[in-house]
């Protein structure tokens, strides 16, 4: 099995890099860091690849080589927060749509045609997209249209197997920056132990910590105006 992994150089990435290989696939982990990506290529069946996920050609032409994939990840992602909404920071919405939505189409463009036949495409969003939440206005958004986008290519795609993953909190370098509790986070390890678990069993959606996911997927049902009251009194 060949599996392609973007946004490998830390945290879940990082983590299924390392699990996929130890199980005996071969590993492209995909990235910016090329010191890390150095240290990952020193694990046996993990190969690399740099490239910038936001850049379309640069993707192409990093992944030139490769004809074929049995499973591509689309892992890559960034979080920032927006912390006045009244002076809305347009060059902070930007970076933040560009890194975790748009680049997943330039991926789509440049790896999707060399998925083989019965393979699997696997989109990490996050499970801010089951409710709005305080400060979240450019990652939920983006990750918003990553969940859209997964599930319109599960309509479409008529021979690929495509997985949407709704983490909950991981405890990652991206995450060590939050201010704020972090309730029933997960390791990195365990969250890439859901996903692999998920992904072998070809599930449409895989969502982690249950508990957690599953209070969120309730709280959806409540009316709008009432979970504004209750997200408002978050900030507080």
Request: include cysteine; hydrophobic fraction near 40%.
């Amino acid at each position: 099995m060949i599996t392609l992994i973007t946004g490998a150089t830390s945290g879940i990435g990082e983590k299924l890099a390392i699990k996929y290989a130890e199980q005996g696939d071969t590993v492209i982990a995909c990235g910016r860091n090329t010191q890390k990506l150095a240290e990952l290529g020193k694990h046996n069946n993990i190969e690399t690849s740099q490239f910038d996920a936001t850049n379309l050609q640069d993707i192409k032409a990093a992944t030139l080589g490769y004809t074929q994939f049995d499973r591509v990840i689309l892992n890559a992602g960034n979080c920032e927060y927006v912390d006045d909404a009244r002076n809305f920071d347009s060059a902070l919405f930007e970076r933040v749509i560009n890194v975790n939505l748009l680049s997943m189409g330039y991926c789509l463009e440049a790896l999707l045609p060399k998925i083989v036949s019965g393979g699997q495409l696997v989109l990490v969003s996050s499970s801010v997209t089951y409710l709005p939440l305080p400060r979240s206005e450019a990652y939920g958004a983006s990750k918003a249209g990553v969940s859209y986008l997964a599930k319109s290519l599960a309509i479409d795609l008529t021979d690929v197997d495509v997985t949407l993953v709704h983490p909950g909190f991981v405890k990652t370098p991206l995450t060590d920056k939050n201010d704020f509790p972090m309730p029933m986070a997960v390791t990195a390890e365990k969250a890439a132990d859901y996903i692999i678990k998920g992904v072998a069993k070809r599930r449409k959606e895989v969502h982690f910590p249950y508990r957690f996911t599953l209070i969120l997927k309730a709280l959806r049902i409540l009316p709008l105006s009432l979970w504004l009251k209750i997200a408002k009194g978050l900030t507080r």
